[in-house]
C-alpha cells in the first residue's frame, strides 16, 4: 500500500520485547492510545514476546527480527554464522532487516525508545535506504546506564549512538536529568532534547490492581489503605529486575540495619516482599540468610523473595508502601504505579526519580540516596514512623500525576512529534 492511499501518519514504534519493562509498558502505551485518525500504528520487536502482548490492540501490525542468531533454519551457512561472531555483525543485520520493514510498510516515522532500538534504527548501514523520520528517546542516564549495562565495546557504542542522535528528526528524554547527561555524553545542543515526561494511565492501573477509587487529590483525605496493615508488620515491596543497578542489594543491607534504629515503642516489623527474577537473586537470597537469624528474621523484620508476579500492580496496591533503590533511573514506572494506586513510596534520588517531585515543600517520597543501604535503613525508619506523613506524600503524588504524568497530555505531546 502506497502512502497515497492513507492520510494517517505510519508510525513504527520499537522495543526490544514485551517482557514487561519500564520502556515495554510505555510503548504499549503509546500503542493503546495514539489516536487512530491520525495515526496507523506499527509495532517492531527484536523479541516477539513477552506478556504485554496481550494488551497490544488487534489493529497493530507486529513486526520482529525476521532471522535468528545462528539459526539452522534462517538458511544462513556456517560461515555466515561464524561470521556473527565478528564484533557489530548482528547489528548490522538487525539494521538492515528493520530498514526492509519500513520501506515494505512505507512507514513515515520510527519512534526508537532506548538506546538498544536506536542503535538498530540510527545504524550507519542504513543511511539513506530509509525515508521514514526518526523520533528518538533516552530512557535513562546515559552516562551510567551505557557502560553498565554495555560491558563490551562502550566507546564504539557511545560514539554510534551519539550518531544516531544527532540524525533523530527529534530527541525525547523522559526527565531532565536524562537530557542533561545525553547532551553531555553525546555532545548534543541540550536545548534540542525535548522532556516528556513518562506518563501513567491512572484509572488503567487502577482498574488492573482491583482498586476503582480515584487517587486523592491534594487538601482532601487520602482513601483508605488498599490493605490495612496487621498489629504486627508493615508490608512493602520492592519491583524490579534483579540485575546491580536496581539497588536490592542494598535494601537487603538496610534491612540489617534496622534493629539499631528502628522506632521506640512501635510494634509493626518490616515485611518486604522482592518481586522480580535476574541473574543476581540467588546472591540476595544468600545474603539475606546470611544476616538474618535463625528464625528467618532480623530482629522481627523480613524479606521474602517471591519471583516474578504479573501484573505486579496487584502486589503493590495490597502493599502498605513501595521501595525503589535503584542506583539509576530515568522515570521510574513502577513509582508512578504506586502514585497511581494511592500506596507511600521510599526511594533513592537515582536519576530521573528526583523529577517525581517537583516541589520540595510537597514531598512525595522518603527519600534515601544511590548506593547508601544506611540512608535506604533512615527512609525505611521514617516510613514507619509517622503514618501522617505517609498520608501527605500519597496527596502530593496524586496532584502530581494528575498533573505532569497525565496520559492525555503526554500522547498529545508525542503525537505531535510523530506526526511532524
Excluded at 502530593?396 to 505532569?404: K, T, V
Amino acid at each position: 500500500m502506497s502512502p497515497s492511499t492513507t492520510q494517517r501518519t505510519r508510525v513504527l514504534l520499537m522495543a526490544t520485547s514485551m517482557r514487561g519493562g519500564g520502556s515495554e509498558h510505555q510503548v504499549a502505551l503509546l500503542a493503546e492510545h495514539l489516536p487512530r485518525d491520525r495515526f496507523d500504528v506499527h509495532l517492531y520487536l527484536t523479541h516477539a514476546e513477552g506478556v504485554l502482548l496481550e494488551r497490544i490492540p488487534g489493529d497493530v501490525r507486529i513486526h520482529s527480527w525476521s532471522h535468528g542468531v545462528g539459526s539452522d533454519s534462517s538458511g544462513r551457512s556456517g560461515i555466515e554464522r561464524l561470521l556473527d561472531r565478528w564484533p557489530g555483525t548482528i547489528l548490522r543485520r538487525q539494521a538492515l532487516d528493520f530498514a526492509e520493514i519500513v520501506n515494505r510498510e512505507w512507514i513515515d516515522v520510527i519512534y526508537d525508545r532506548a538506546f538498544h532500538n536506536t542503535m538498530i534504527a540510527g545504524h550507519p548501514s542504513i543511511r539513506g535506504l530509509v525515508r521514514a523520520r526518526r523520533v528518538s528517546t533516552i530512557v535513562s542516564p546515559p552516562h551510567v546506564a551505557l557502560p553498565m549495562v554495555e560491558k563490551r565495546f562502550v566507546g564504539a557504542k557511545r560514539r554510534l549512538l551519539a550518531d544516531a542522535y544527532r540524525r533523530s528528526d527529534q530527541v525525547i528524554a523522559v526527565s531532565s536529568v536524562a537530557a542533561d547527561s545525553a547532551a553531555r555524553y553525546y555532545g548534543l545542543p541540550r536545548e534540542q532534547i525535548a522532556v516528556v515526561a513518562n506518563p501513567v494511565d491512572v484509572d488503567e492501573v487502577r482498574k488492573t490492581a482491583g482498586v476503582p477509587r480515584e487517587v486523592p487529590p491534594s487538601g482532601e483525605p487520602a482513601n483508605q489503605p488498599v490493605s490495612t496493615p496487621s498489629r504486627a508488620e508493615l508490608r512493602l515491596v520492592c519491583v524490579g529486575r534483579m540485575t546491580p543497578e536496581k539497588g536490592q542489594a542494598d535494601l537487603v543491607e538496610a534491612i540489617g540495619m534496622l534493629p539499631s534504629g528502628w522506632p521506640e515503642g512501635l510494634r509493626e516489623r518490616l515485611v518486604v516482599r522482592f518481586i522480580g527474577d535476574g541473574p543476581n537473586r540467588r546472591a540476595l537470597e544468600t545474603r539475606w540468610r546470611q544476616i538474618c537469624r535463625a528464625d528467618g528474621t532480623v530482629d522481627g523484620h523480613r524479606a521474602e523473595f517471591v519471583g516474578a508476579i504479573s501484573p505486579a500492580v496487584c502486589e503493590i496496591a495490597r502493599a502498605d508502601g513501595l521501595v525503589l533503590p535503584s542506583h539509576f533511573e530515568g522515570m521510574p514506572n513502577v513509582v508512578l504505579e504506586a502514585f497511581a494506586l494511592g500506596v507511600p513510596v521510599v526511594a533513592t534520588r537515582s536519576g530521573g526519580t528526583v523529577d517525581l517531585q517537583a516541589d520540595p515543600s510537597c514531598p512525595t517520597c522518603f527519600w534515601a540516596e544511590p548506593g547508601d543501604p544506611a540512608s535506604i535503613a533512615k527512609a525505611l525508619w521514617e516510613f514507619a514512623e509517622d503514618p501522617q506523613r505517609r498520608e501527605g506524600h500519597v496527596r502530593a503524588a496524586g496532584e502530581l500525576i494528575r498533573g505532569d504524568h497525565a496520559i492525555g497530555r503526554a500522547i498529545e505531546r508525542i503525537g505531535g512529534f510523530l506526526h511532524g
